[in-house]
């Protein structure tokens, strides 16, 4: 069982940046892949980032386009998303997750992850 906990979210201006974290309960942290995935009011969640349980390889969501940077302390039992040059459409509630290690190294849909936290929300204005 792990426990997932986000925090770092916040109202910002467009154009600042932010760090998500996504603290986990448990010692087995590295042995698992992680995921970010976002929910704005209205619209289904979606991928954003994931990350393999060794931290080597990434996948992202095609509109991050080099903004987004997901990373992982194995060590600190901690996960990373930072966001730069945020932008009102990045305006969400931001979800960690973690997939046990599988075939698929770098999970990337919401059936892939076994444990989810309770989300941090971001917003951006104009």
């Known amino acids: 069982q792990v426990q997932l906990v986000e925090s770092g979210g916040g109202l910002v201006q467009a154009g600042d940046s932010l760090k998500l974290s996504c603290a986990a309960s448990?010692?087995?942290?590295?042995?698992?892949?992680m995921g970010w995935f976002r929910q704005a009011p209205g619209k289904e969640r979606e991928f954003v980032a994931a990350?393999?349980?060794?931290?080597?390889?990434?996948h992202y969501a095609d509109f991050v386009k080099g903004r987004f940077t997901i990373s992982k302390n194995n060590a600190k039992n901690t996960a990373y998303l930072q966001i730069n040059s945020l932008k009102p459409e990045d305006t969400a509630d931001y979800y960690c997750?973690?997939?046990?290690?599988?075939?698929?190294?770098?999970?990337?849909?919401?059936?892939?992850?076994?444990?989810w936290g309770q989300g941090t929300q971001v917003t951006v204005s104009s």
């Open positions: 448990g010692r087995t942290f590295s042995r698992y892949a």
């Open positions: 990350i393999s349980w060794s931290g080597g390889s990434t």
């Open positions: 997750a973690a997939a046990v290690a599988r075939t698929v190294v770098v999970p990337s849909t919401r059936a892939e992850y076994d444990y």
